[in-house]
């Protein structure tokens, strides 16, 4: 009982079969039904949580925007070269015709970034009434949120 106890107090998660294994690696020879009896009266084995059932959602639908410049999506995506080097492309299309309006590539982009590349947008198309972005860091951050409150720019997460 005081190597079981010994056990668990050192690894708090650790489970029935993690104990066991770690109980016969010390060079004990008492089988699994002993062990586990053990392990019950001192009140260790964890109740299991069942993963419960998520309800069906319906989507609803995206709204299509009724003017050139109403609505941007922006969306990152990732590739790598011949010699295997990682790189990222953060991709910003007008809902209104699908054109793309623009592709930064750069290995890292982070939100400072992002916000300047958009102001060059900008510069060239105008600023939209609507960002539809998904919930990335680079999206969800103080930098992006600040940056589209002062051009008053609402963002529509997905």
């Known amino acids: 009982m005081s190597v079981l106890s010994a056990i668990t107090d050192k690894h708090l998660r650790w489970g029935f079969p993690k104990c066991f294994n770690r ?10 039904k002993r062990v586990y009896r053990v392990y ?17 959602r319906s989507p609803e639908r995206l709204s299509a925007p009724n003017k050139q410049g109403e609505c941007w999506s922006m969306d990152f995506m990732s590739d790598s070269s011949r ?33 300047r ?20 860091p680079e999206f969800t951050g103080k930098t992006f949120i600040n940056w589209a409150k002062s051009h008053g720019i609402t963002i529509d997460y997905i």
Request: with cysteine.
């Open 117 to 136: 590349y958009l102001d060059k947008l900008a510069g060239y198309h105008g600023f939209p009434l609507k960002i539809r972005v998904d919930n990335e």
């Open 40 to 56: 019950c009266q001192l009140k260790l084995n964890l109740r299991v949580k069942r993963k419960q059932c998520i309800l069906p």
């Open 23 to 32: 109980i016969r690696k010390l060079g004990y020879k008492w089988n699994h």
């Open 83 to 115: 010699n295997q080097r990682r790189f990222r492309t953060f991709n910003v299309i007008d809902d209104f015709n699908r054109e793309a309006l623009g592709i930064d590539i750069a290995v890292s982009l982070p939100a400072g970034r992002i916000t």
